[in-house]
C-alpha cells in the first residue's frame, strides 16, 4: 500500500491552522471491526518518531488535543488547529492495514 | 515505562553482515511485536519487519532473504540480520515495539549504520 502525503513542505504562523493529508493506494478501513488502520508520527530532529494518533482519530495519551485526525477509507487529515513552536518537526502517516507497514513521504512543518 | 535500545556496529562493510540487537528493559516481551524499522534521506522510514515474541517473523518482501530476525526472552532482545550489505543498506536503524494489529508505539532512539569499505 503506498501511501502520499501533501504537501511535501507547509509553513504556518503561530497560532494558525495546519493541516497535512495523507492518501493511500487502497483502503485501510477493516470492515469487521470499522476501523481504519492509520496513525500520524511526529519526528523531530534527531529523535525516533512519536506516535500521535492511531485508528486514523485516537489520540495517544499525553498527546495535546489541538492535533486531531480525520478521514476514512483512502484519504485521511492531520490537523494542528493552533500551532506552536514545539510542534516544528515532520510529520508521517502510516497503514499498519497490511503486514507490511508502510509509510508516507513525510511532511515537514515549519513557521512561518 | 518500556524502553528500547538498540545496539551494534557502526560500520560494515560491503557485502558483510549487518547484525544488531535491540534491548528491552521496563516490560515484558509476552503478547507484542518487536520491530525494525531504519530511514534514509533517499528512502524515507522503511518497514524491515517484525517478530513476535514467539519467534514468528515477517518480511519486507523487498529486502528478500537478506533478513533474519530472532527474538531472545530469557534475555529481553531480538535481533536484525541483513545480509550482503550495500551502500544503499546506510541508515538509521529503529527498533520499536509493535502491540498486536496496532502501530508502533514505543521506539529506541536508533542506531546509524554506514555501509562502506
Known amino acids: 500500500i503506498v501511501m502520499t502525503q501533501s504537501p511535501d513542505f507547509l509553513a504556518v504562523s503561530v497560532g494558525e491552522r495546519a493541516t497535512i493529508n495523507c492518501k493511500s493506494s487502497?483502503?485501510?478501513?477493516?470492515?469487521?471491526?470499522?476501523?481504519?488502520?492509520l496513525a500520524w508520527y511526529q519526528q523531530k530532529p534527531g529523535q525516533p518518531p512519536k506516535l500521535l494518533i492511531s485508528?486514523?482519530?485516537t489520540r495517544e495519551s499525553g498527546v495535546p488535543d489541538r492535533f486531531s485526525g480525520n478521514g476514512s477509507g483512502t484519504d485521511f487529515t492531520l490537523t494542528i488547529s493552533s500551532l506552536q513552536a514545539e510542534d516544528v518537526a515532520v510529520y508521517y502517516c502510516?497503514?499498519?492495514?497490511?503486514?507490511?507497514?508502510?509509510f508516507g513521504q513525510g511532511t515537514k512543518l515549519e513557521i512561518k | 515505562q518500556v524502553q528500547l535500545q538498540e545496539s551494534g556496529p557502526g560500520l560494515v562493510k560491503p557485502s558483510e553482515t549487518l547484525s544488531l540487537t535491540c534491548t528491552v528493559s521496563?516490560?515484558?516481551?509476552?503478547?507484542?511485536?518487536w520491530s525494525w524499522v531504519r530511514q534514509s534521506p533517499g528512502r524515507g522510514l522503511e518497514w524491515i519487519g517484525y517478530?513476535?515474541?514467539?519467534?514468528?517473523?515477517n518480511y519486507n518482501h523487498s529486502l528478500g532473504s537478506r533478513v533474519t530476525m530472532t527474538v531472545d526472552m530469557s534475555k529481553n532482545q531480538f535481533s536484525l540480520k541483513l545480509s550482503t550489505v550495500t551502500a544503499a543498506d546506510t541508515a538509521v536503524y529503529y527498533c520499536?515495539?509493535?502491540?498486536?494489529?496496532?502501530?508502533?508505539?514505543?521506539w529506541g532512539n536508533g542506531t546509524t549504520v554506514a555501509v562502506s569499505s
Open positions: 520499536a515495539r509493535v502491540p498486536r494489529d496496532s502501530p508502533p508505539d514505543v
Open positions: 521496563g516490560g515484558s516481551m509476552s503478547n507484542y511485536y
Open positions: 517478530i513476535s515474541y514467539r519467534g514468528t517473523a
Open positions: 487502497q483502503s485501510v478501513f477493516y470492515s469487521s471491526n470499522k476501523k481504519d488502520f
Open positions: 485508528w486514523a482519530s
Open positions: 502510516q497503514q499498519y492495514y497490511s503486514t507490511l507497514y508502510t
